[in-house]
Every structure is written in C-alpha cells, then in structure tokens.
C-alpha cells in the first residue's frame, strides 16, 4: 500500500493539482442518457458505501476495504460481505436487494474511473 | 466552571449531594462535578468541568519542564475504529470507552481493573454512519454512563463494571444512533441522540440516573403547532428534519443552565424544507430538570451545507466592547466562532475564523448571516456552487481548549472548501438520507492549522500549520502548556503563549481524541488516547493515510524525575 500511496501522491503534485478532491454524496442524477448498471451503482455507492470506502473508491485502505482492488473473479465474496457484513462493515441485507448489489458490483469493477 | 466564580455559588448543589449520595462508597457528589475544573486530582466531566474549557491549573508540567514529558504507560483498547473519547479520573481510577468496550483502569500502572462489553448486531454501522465511536463516559455517585451505537443508555458500578440498568432510547435499525458523552447537571443525566442523515428527527432526553427512567424528552424539530413549527414548511418534512445533538452540552450551575449544539438540518438539500427550520444548526439553553427551553439561538437558518450546531460550547468571562460577560463560546463547522451571553442568549460577537464564502459577514443586530452572492443564486437556480467551509466545516468535533492565563481559544482549523450541488434522493428508512452532490476540497499541503484565537476578534494570535487536517482536540493548563495530536500519531506541546513546538512523542497509531492532565500524589500526569478514525480517515479518500495504521490505545505520560 505505501507504493501505492506514494505514487498517487506523486501523481497529484505531477499534475499540479492544488486540490485534493474526490466526489462525495448520493442522489440520483437527472441525467439525460439512459443509466447503464455502473451508473446506478455509482449513485448507490455514494450514497450507501463511500461514507466509509472513500469518495470514488479512493480510501487509505486501512480500516476500509479498498474496493479498487477487489478481485474481479470473487464477486460471491462480494455479494456474501454486502449482505452480511465483514468486521466493521455493515450488513445491507434488507436495504439493498439483488438488483442493487448486482449494480454495485459493476461500479466497482470500474475502479471508480 | 470558571475559577473566578465565587464558591457559595456551589452550595446548592453542594447541599443536594448531601442529600442524595450514594453513602456505600466515596462516591464523586454532584459538588465535586461541578468543582471539577478546580480539583485536578479528578477528572469528572466531560470537557474537564462544567464550562469545557479543557484548561487545567496545573502547572508541574510547564514550557520548561515539558521537555522532560516520558510515557509511563500504555494500554490497547483492543479497537480498530476510532478512539475518540476523553477518559475521566476518579481516586486513581481512569474510565475509558471506545464503541463497544468500556474500561476501568489503574492510573497509575495502566493495568486493567475491570471491562465491560456490548454486543452489536452486524448492521449496526449502518446507523453509525460517522462512525463506531463513542467520545466518554459520565460519573455520578459511583455509577458510570455511557451511551451505545444501538441508542441505548447504561448505568455499570464503578467499581465492578456490573451492568445497574440500561435503557433504550430510539430504534437504531430506523438510523438513530448514540455515540455521546453523557452531562450529568443538577442530578438529572442527559444525552442526546445521532440521526442527522438518515432522515431521524432529533432530540435529547433527562433520565433518572439512579434508575434509568426517563424523565424527559426535548425533540429538537417542533411538531406542527408547537413554537417553532412555524419556521418549516407545511408538509411532513418536519417527521426526518434532522437536528441531531451529539455532542456533550455544558452546564450553568448557577443560571441552572444546560446549553447544548443541535446539528444539521435533513436532508443537507434544503429545497424541499424551506424556512428557517428550528432548532436545526441552534444552540438551546434548557432546565436540565425538565427540558424547558429557556432561550435559543440559531447560527445557521436553512442549513444546506451540513453546518451543525453540534460543536462543543465553552464558558468564559471575555470583554466585549469594554464590559465583561459571562459567554458562551462556539467555534461553529460554518467558519464563524460565535460568542453568545449564556444569561439570555444575546450575540455578542460572531467573527470567521477560517475561509469562509457562504456568507458575507453575521449581522450582529439580526443575529443572521448576510448569505453571499454564490450561496443566493445556489438557493435560486439549483446550480453547482464552489463554497467554503465544506461539510467538515471550518472546525469538526474535536474540541478547543480555552486557557484563561492567555484568554485564547486553542482550535484545530480545518481549512477547505467543496463543490456542491443539490440533488433529488428518496426518502427511505434506515438509509442514508443526504441529497446531494459534491467534492471535496482540501489543499494536500495545507489542511488545516492549530490556531491560538481571540475569542472577539477570531484572529489568530499564533497559529501552526498542518499538512493533513487535524482531528484532534487541544488541552491547555496553567504552566502555558497547549496539548494536541495529529493524523500521523504525534503527540504535541505547545507554548501557549507564541506557538513554539516544545516536545513530541510518537504513537501507535493516528490521535482523534481528547487529551487530558490531571494529578495523584504530588506528581502531574497527561493522558491521550491513540487510534485513528472520524469521518476524515473513510469519507476524504486522504491515501496519505495509508501509513497511520489503525488500533487504539491510551498513554500516559510524566515528567522523569
């Protein structure tokens, strides 16, 4: 992780950004083009999971899991830990249904790109 | 309490401990509750007494003793998720709590005397939404209380840590929450309840403490017809109209005042709650024997930006235009450190101590904001705004500290700003409920700073930069000693009077907490909790972080001989 970290720090000053910024918060859009499943699960995740896994999946990845590096051929490992929750994580069943999960699961295979 | 107030303003209260103590043990009276600022060898209230000044009149450890500042223990509390609480001390007993664990520990050795904990089902930090914490407990006449993540209220003998009473305040499954320190005033134990993004519609409660009965309840958001209702629209928006109240109150004995913050209002989209929607973002001033509402003042009306009222309040005798007054001090999550007289709740001073572009200035006259340019047309059009503070705000939870040697307020300030846009989001129970949009801002080389303030003013007499935002609360004593942590895990001393860097010592892990000194046996100690959290570590994406590991413990430190 600290490879990582400090790469993305370089990354940041390399691009001269003076802010460090990320996307917060969970409505749903009055978006124009049709939603595709990731954008559903964009606006879930924000709403239901970024206030722990970090705006756009971007987290230190100590405490919460880093989703960015979840492993793309586990998502029963994903569905099983959403539903019932893992350490300190809640368990969604009841709040989020197959559908929503389904969603979910195709944001975070984009990475939060 | 300030140490000017003279004592027979004790004595009722002194006199009430006489009568209601429990005889069995020495237990600490309703007296030396509100004595706790001037007895160092105890640490009895949350905020070290009454008027949460976090200032001590101990000066052993000074700017030139400091140097010499050892640990002479440490403990785990066996926690991932954020230690935030400030310990009480009593008779050489600290109380500790964190979000499931509570502990009675030997001051002196750190050995363990005795535990006790909860048990939460697996869907409980969905109720907890800032976080599994919990910021102390409280004492009165050998019982200990704390709240829970599932809005419960317990009484455990001090002694044994057996479990006297518990009692269920609110439905946590519905997004209601408890993670405060309890106030005990005038022999009335009061909490308050966490509910500000899922919808909940706040409040505080009195109990018994004796037998956990409630005696009370005050809902923050008037139902429609009661004072108050007239500030929100006539729909049902009232019903999940926030107004959370999660931070520990201060308490008048003399006025016979609590004054406790009342957070955001719900959701932080305000189109579809227009008015002022009281008591959201007010600090209340009640009887703590019945929750009657004596005065109230509201900092930010229509709250859009998750602004809060929740921050600690802190008393003290400042001049103001040339007149001395007995204050009532906020630092306020809007930029803004308000400066209120606690007798009647009259503004007296309201000057921004970070960036601020929500508002132009506060109208000293209307007590209002003058709201800016930006923030107006958000309000009309809906469009996207750039805006400082963020939902951080210009300062979070963690307190000040107020030194009266120096009259300035020690603050982490919390520079930032956000793009925001409002957003439509369904109302749905047990979910979150925020309704908008938005990115934070903060700079990766400046996040924040501690900043010595002139209450009056808010201009910084000195200030220390940091590079990460700092969460950590600040203690100042006698010997001008300023006491804080950072993200990183350092523990600080400064001079309290220019902001010289005097000593630091490296902990285990990342300080969100809330330090405090106090004495035994001629010897001065100081005590902070490490374990990072808060809302910063899981909702900022700060990778920086990734370096700070997690897990809680507590030190203890000593000047070497």
């Not at chain 2, 009335?188 to 309840?217: F, M, V």
């Not at chain 2, 500290?401 to 047990?430: C, R």
């Amino acid at each position: 992780m600290s490879t990582t970290s400090r790469t993305t720090r370089r990354g940041l000053l390399a691009a001269g950004l003076l802010s460090l910024s990320a996307i917060v918060g969970g409505a749903s859009a009055d978006d124009t083009a049709p939603p595709t499943p990731a954008d559903a699960g964009r606006r879930l995740y924000s709403s239901h999971c970024s206030r722990c896994h970090g705006p756009n999946m971007v987290t230190p990845g100590t405490v919460a899991y880093d989703l960015r590096r979840f492993p793309e051929d586990q998502k029963p490992r994903f569905v099983l830990s959403v539903l019932g929750g893992r350490g300190a994580m809640p368990a969604w069943n009841g709040i989020l249904d197959a559908e929503a999960i389904d969603a979910l699961w195709a944001y975070v295979l984009t990475r939060g790109r | 309490m300030n140490p000017s107030r003279p004592l027979p303003a004790l004595l009722p209260a002194a006199l009430a401990a006489c009568l209601f103590a429990a005889p069995a043990v020495h237990a600490q009276t309703a007296a030396e509750l509100a004595a706790d600022q001037d007895t160092p060898g105890d640490v009895l209230t949350s905020g070290m007494g009454y008027g949460q000044q976090r200032f001590s009149p101990l000066r052993q450890i000074d700017t030139r003793t400091v140097s010499r500042l050892v640990p002479v223990w440490n403990m785990s509390t066996n926690n991932m998720l954020g230690d935030e609480a400030q310990p009480l001390v009593h008779e050489g007993v600290m109380y500790y709590t964190t979000g499931k664990s509570t502990y009675a520990i030997n001051a002196l050795t750190g050995r363990m005397l005795w535990k006790h904990e909860l048990d939460y089902g697996p869907d409980i930090g969905r109720a907890a939404l800032s976080g599994q914490v919990n910021r102390g407990p409280a004492l009165l006449d050998g019982r200990l209380f704390r709240t829970t993540l599932d809005a419960h209220v317990i009484a455990l003998d001090a002694k044994t840590g057996k479990e006297l009473w518990k009692s269920k305040s609110a439905d946590y499954t519905k997004g209601y929450s408890m993670s405060v320190a309890p106030l005990v005033a005038n022999g009335i134990l009061i909490t308050g309840i966490g509910c500000g993004e899922h919808g909940g519609r706040g409040y505080l409660e009195g109990w018994d403490p004796a037998t956990g009965r409630q005696l009370w309840r005050r809902y923050t958001v008037p139902a429609p017809g009661e004072a108050g209702s007239e500030t929100w629209p006539a729909t049902d928006a009232w019903t999940r109209g926030g107004g959370p109240a999660w931070l520990t109150g201060s308490y008048d004995p003399a006025l016979d005042l609590v004054y406790w913050g009342v957070g955001n209002a719900s959701p932080w989209n305000a189109q579809d709650r227009k008015g002022d929607n009281l008591y959201t973002a007010s600090v209340l001033a009640m009887r703590p024997k019945t929750g009657e509402l004596v005065w109230h003042y509201q900092f930010t009306p229509n709250d859009t930006f998750d602004y809060d009222g929740n921050n600690e309040l802190v008393h003290a005798d400042v001049t103001v235009d040339g007149k001395r007054r007995k204050v009532l001090m906020q630092a306020n999550r809007n930029g803004y450190l308000y400066v209120l007289d606690r007798a009647n709740g009259a503004l007296l001073a309201a000057n921004a101590f970070t960036k601020t572009t929500w508002a132009d200035r506060i109208d000293l006259v209307t007590g209002r904001p003058v709201e800016s340019a930006a923030l107006k047309r958000m309000r009309e059009t809906g469009e996207q705004i750039t805006v400082a503070p963020s939902a951080f705000g210009g300062k979070n939870w963690n307190p000040m500290s107020f030194s009266p040697n120096t009259g300035l307020l020690y603050a982490n300030v919390l520079d930032n700003e956000w793009d925001y846009k409002p957003a439509k989001q369904p109302y749905e129970a047990g979910a979150p409920f925020i309704a908008m949009e938005a990115k934070w801002r903060f700079d990766p080389k400046a996040g924040g700073t501690l900043k010595a303030l002139d209450p009056v003013t808010g201009k910084a007499k000195w200030q220390h930069p940091w590079t990460i935002a700092n969460f950590s609360g600040t203690l100042a004593t006698a010997g001008d000693v300023v006491f804080t942590g950072t993200m990183e895990g350092e523990f600080l001393a400064f001079n309290a009077k220019n902001g010289e860097k005097l000593w630091s010592f490296q902990t285990g892990s990342g300080i969100v907490s809330q330090p405090i000194t106090w004495e035994h046996g001629g010897r001065q100690y100081v005590t902070v909790a490490s374990g990072i959290g808060t809302v910063y570590l899981y909702f900022a994406g700060d990778e920086r972080l990734a370096t700070i590991p997690p897990g809680g413990s507590l030190w203890t430190f000593a000047l070497t001989p």
